[in-house]
């Protein structure tokens, strides 16, 4: 059983972000405020906006004149009234005759456009939000066009800037902790209490903060638990990082699921949220005691810090730093994981696996589709599922791949696509069960019976040990699979991926570069 003790900060506080800063239109502003149902996309525009910490603000010098314009004097008056729930724009520019010249300006109405045109191209505003076509083509004068947006093109840019993509896997749920408040009072809770005073009390905290978790349920019984947090500087106190970090503050394995590698499997989530979120480190607290937890944490690039903790008392942390250009080694080993190089020097290799033995090795790829039986035991043993480090095991006779090199893993027959991307630990050509299922237990699809029989098929099996990194961008399919000149054969062996196809597939938006190291 691994218990990671939780946080004992009092105070928490949201990460301060750079506002963006939206100029609206007029027209943008009726929509709003006009008496009358309001647009379902006007609306969803300004609430996100709004929940985002974004600025909304309008030009004092052109929606009020604008409004003066309206014949409707009840209208008018009440539009009016609206605008002080909006900020107005400080210190604003007057454009230049250079930049007048460059644009539209033959009346009262141009230069109103104009005014609030200009703001943009002082960098004083970040967005400029208006349905007016007029505006959009001055803006394309002006180079602008990128930056002046429909209500749907903004709502658009805030979501892919503001939606935070939770890591999923198939036999996690990733929750609110106020979802298992019923179940705090189980057994499985017990060893916490334990260890912690004042751990009831804390967890009452976290309901109230409304903190998010992972859990394993079988049988509507907890298995596992991962509860994490974002930490500000005063909270988290690392010495020379001063910006927010991602604590894990509690993670449980109870002994029924012990021995499943839901350590590496919690541990690629936490990557993956790191990388999401654009936080530079991730931390717990561990005791001297728990060398397992300790040696896992290490081979993943964790290093031990000790502190003193609020209550004087020496305490040990385990920090990984998630900021890829603090990277100094060129090798792709397991230390730098999740990130990778992929320079010429790197060699790049397909490797095709049936969909059968796909979806249970990569459980939580874009193309495997989910199953009744993902939070059940059966699934729950599939371990090579779980883990970051796993086996590919063939006959083939290709043994030129070395550590480090690049892994793309082809699902053959019904699915015909390319989407895991691993690392090369290490391969070996093995002639005996026994070394074989040493090499490859709690990696493999296959069971030791299984593998026996292919040992007796084949005399010699090549075992292939890699970790899973990420998956691609966007899945290579088979129309341009077909299109690859590498891939002539057909990808029915171990491929080698030309550096040049490989380039041209990066080119194309297929690899993450979050995770590359350049």
């Known amino acids: ?18 506002k963006m800063r939206l100029l609206i239109d007029t027209n943008i502003l009726i929509h709003l405020e006009d008496n009358k ?27 009020p004149n604008d409004l003066q314009k309206d014949t409707d004097t009840q209208r008018r008056e009440i539009t009016l009234s609206k605008l002080k729930k909006y900020e107005t724009l400080q210190d604003y520019a007057q454009p230049t005759a250079e930049f007048l010249a460059m644009v539209k300006n033959t009346n009262s109405h141009d230069r109103i456009d104009n005014v609030q045109l200009y703001q943009l191209y002082k960098g004083y505003v970040d967005y400029f939000v208006t349905e007016d076509i007029g505006i959009h083509q001055n803006a394309k004068n002006v180079n602008l066009g990128h930056n002046v947006l429909t209500v749907s093109e903004i709502d658009k840019v805030l979501k892919e800037k503001f939606t935070i993509t939770i890591p999923s896997h198939p036999i996690l749920s990733e929750q609110s902790i106020r979802a298992i408040a019923d179940k705090f009072s189980s057994s499985f809770f017990n060893s916490l209490r334990e260890d912690y005073v004042g751990f009831d ?25 991962l509860i994490y947090n974002i930490e500000q500087v005063k909270d988290h106190k690392i010495e020379g990082v001063f910006e927010p970090v991602l604590k894990i503050c509690t993670l449980k394995v109870a002994d029924t699921a012990f021995g499943i590698k839901l350590g590496e499997l919690f541990l690629q989530k936490m990557f993956e949220y790191c990388i999401e979120q654009k936080i530079n480190y ?40 998630m900021n890829p250009t603090g990277i100094t080694t060129s090798l792709n080993t397991q230390s730098i994981h999740p990130y990778y190089h992929d ?73 015909q696509l390319i989407e895991p991307i691993g690392i090369l630990e290490s391969i070996q050509v093995v002639k005996d069960k026994e070394t074989l299922w040493q090499l490859v237990q709690k990696k493999t699809v ?26 691609l961008k966007k899945p290579i399919k088979l129309n341009k699979i077909k299109q690859i000149k590498s891939f002539k054969n057909k990808i029915q062996t171990i491929t080698h991926l030309s550096e040049d196809d490989y380039i041209q597939l990066k080119n194309e938006g297929y690899f993450d570069g979050r995770y590359i190291i350049n």
């Open 1 to 18: 059983m691994h218990d990671f003790l939780p946080e004992k900060k009092k105070h928490r506080r949201k990460a301060i972000l750079l």
């Open 37 to 63: 149902v309001v647009d379902e996309k006007f609306s969803h525009f300004y609430r996100f906006a709004i929940s985002n910490n974004c600025k909304i603000l309008y030009h004092p010098l052109a929606i």
């Open 201 to 225: 009390q804390w967890l009452e905290k976290c309901v109230k903060e409304n903190r998010k978790c992972y859990t394993l349920q079988v049988d509507d019984e907890i298995r596992a638990l």
């Open 282 to 321: 991730l931390y717990i607290t561990s005791y001297e005691k728990q060398i397992h937890l300790i040696n896992l944490l290490s081979s993943f690039g964790f290093e031990k810090q000790k502190f003193v903790n609020s209550a004087g008392n020496e305490e040990m942390r385990m920090v990984k730093c």
């Open 343 to 415: 320079n010429s020097a790197i060699e790049k290799y397909v490797i095709p696996i049936r969909p059968e033995f796909y979806s249970t090795l990569f459980k939580d790829g874009r193309f495997r589709e989910p199953t009744l039986f993902d939070k059940t035991e059966d699934s729950l043993n599939e371990i090579q599922g779980n883990t970051i480090v796993k086996a590919y095991i063939s006959n083939s006779r290709q043994t030129s791949l070395k550590q480090g090199d690049l892994l793309f893993f082809y699902a053959s027959h019904s699915q």
């Open 446 to 471: 296959f069971s030791p019976e299984e593998l026996e029989e292919m040992l007796k098929e084949s005399s010699k099996l090549n075992v292939i040990i890699f970790r899973l990194v990420t998956y």
